[in-house]
């Protein structure tokens, strides 16, 4: 039973465009989320996070929004770059417990 | 610059054959995770120590053991590996405070089982 889904797989956009990556959950008792992002050979790594206090959380070219009602964020990232292709992962917790992450979503930024 | 580093970062082991991977982190942080992931998969968290607390998920076959001999270091170990458990073994770690942290991640040991 996925908690976390990422229903693409994979996204394509064009250099300069928006990327918009998406995330659903099951879980109402989720109170925070974040997205990671992982190069081929590396581990993931942090790019933004987002509490369920709030509904928008921006952070230079990434954006992130969460809306309770539908259990669903999504991640923006304007304007895209080749540099950003990679999988990206949603993860959500509950406080004091652990993560659960999505499947990710691979990301291609063409030139 | 402060990390954690998984050593080897590719693996082989035969069948059977006992195989530990390790995990160090320069961040002190007091917790620390093993999250198994497939290809195309979420990582799936095996089991993680809080300070020497060790919590074990409940899914996590008894296969996979593991030890933190101290903070800075922890320790992968399968015992018998079969050929499902063919996979990339992250390490994370993070502080445990009053919020929400996030978990700074290994670089994955990619485990080949032949």
């Known amino acids: 039973d996925q908690q976390v889904k990422q229903n693409s797989p994979s996204l394509s956009v064009q250099e300069g465009r928006i990327s918009i990556l998406n995330c659903d959950y099951t879980n109402s008792m989720f109170d925070y989320f974040l997205w990671y992002k992982k190069y081929p050979a590396e581990g993931p790594t942090f790019l933004i996070s987002?509490?369920?206090?709030?509904d928008k959380n921006e952070d230079g070219r990434f954006t992130v929004f969460l809306n309770k009602s539908a259990k669903h964020l999504s991640l923006h990232i304007v304007p895209s770059q080749p540099g950003d292709s990679a999988v990206y992962f949603c993860?959500?917790?509950?406080?004091?417990?652990?993560?659960?992450f999505g499947p990710g979503t691979r990301l291609s930024v063409l030139p | 610059d402060a990390m954690v580093i998984q050593n080897p970062r590719y693996q082989v082991t035969q069948f059977g054959k006992p195989v530990t991977l390790s995990c160090s982190q320069t961040?002190?942080?007091?917790?620390m995770y093993w999250y198994q992931q497939k290809s195309s998969q979420a990582p799936k968290l095996l089991f993680h120590?809080?300070?020497?607390?060790?919590?074990n998920e409940a899914d996590t076959p008894d296969n996979f053991q593991s030890r933190r001999p101290n903070t800075s270091f922890c320790f992968l170990d399968i015992r018998s590996p079969g050929l499902g458990d063919a996979a990339m073994y992250l390490c994370?770690?993070?502080?445990?405070?009053?919020?929400?942290?996030?978990?700074?991640f290994g670089p994955g040991t990619r485990l080949t089982v032949l």
């Open positions: 987002i509490s369920s206090i709030k």
């Open positions: 993860a959500a917790l509950t406080y004091g417990q652990n993560f659960v």
């Open positions: 120590y809080y300070d020497k607390d060790f919590n």
């Open positions: 994370a770690t993070s502080t445990a405070g009053t919020g929400a942290n996030e978990q700074f």
């Open positions: 961040l002190n942080h007091n917790v």
